[in-house]
T-cell receptor, first 110, second 112 residues
Framework: GIQVEQSPPDLILQEGANSTLRCNFS?????LQWFHQNPWGQLINLFY???GTKQNGRLSATTVATERYSLLYISSSQTTDSGVYFC????????????FGTGTRLQVFP | KAGVTQTPRYLIKTRGQQVTLSCSPI?????VSWYQQTPGQGLQFLFE???????NKGNFPGRFSGRQFSNSRSEMNVSTLELGDSALYLC???????????FGDGTRLSIL
């Protein structure tokens, strides 16, 4: 089945710094999504991005489906950005069965 | 619009008991999926339901079961609980496949 690899596993930043998180996929991209899990365990959908580029405030994401990877950019990081970032994709189209990566744990210090 | 609602938020059970978790999707969403999150295994897919039919099933033993009702609400049941079933159980909904999934706050299950 599809495998999802995320890097780096851990990231420590000072407030105001920028960062790039990467997700590689072993198979074709179908329903790629980025999530943020906050320290309370809530999993928030950041982007649905099977291809192309999207921006939402300080966050943006790019997926290059032909090369099977996606990038999440966080600019001017804030302490509230701390948590774990997951990317996930479904093994096939027309299904909500998501395969998650192991996540990138981000800590932002003031 | 109300988000995905999961009940209960916390649950403590003992080995051998059974448990039922509930998930109410976002209004209008017909697809409901369940995931188990543990420190060792990460986020793992359990089931996917669409229009009361199980569309996909993950690699879990038969002790894990689920269903979806005509109003799209879903329940999952775990029988003969084991210590390893301690986890955060997350439910997600979407209108259908090929669309963003939105998660509830989860049910944290502890097995003593």
């Amino acid at each position: 089945g599809i495998q999802v690899e995320q890097s780096p596993p851990d990231l420590i930043l000072q407030e105001g710094a920028n960062s790039t998180l990467r997700c590689n996929f072993s198979d074709s991209v179908n329903n790629l999504q980025w999530f943020h899990q906050n320290p309370w365990g809530q999993l928030i959908n950041l982007f649905y991005i099977p291809s192309g580029t999207k921006q939402n405030g300080r966050l943006s994401a790019t997926t290059v489906a032909t090369e099977r990877y996606s990038l999440l950019y966080i600019s001017s990081s804030q302490t509230t950005d701390s948590g774990v970032y997951f990317c996930a994709d479904s093994a096939q189209l027309n299904t909500d069965k998501l395969i998650f990566g192991t996540g990138t744990r981000l800590q932002v210090f003031p | 619009k109300a988000g995905v609602t999961q009940t209960p938020r916390y649950l403590i059970k003992t080995r051998g008991q059974q448990v039922t978790l509930s998930c109410s999707p976002i209004s209008g969403h017909r697809s409901v999926s369940w995931y188990q999150q543990t420190p060792g295994q990460g986020l793992q897919f359990l089931f996917e339901y669409f229009s009361e039919t199980q569309r996909n099933k993950g690699n879990f033993p038969g002790r894990f079961s689920g269903r979806q009702f005509s109003n799209s609400r879903s329940e999952m049941n775990v029988s003969t609980l084991e210590l390893g079933d301690s986890a955060l159980y997350l439910c997600a909904s979407s209108p259908d496949g090929n669309q963003p999934q939105h998660f509830g706050d989860g049910t944290r299950l502890s097995i003593l």
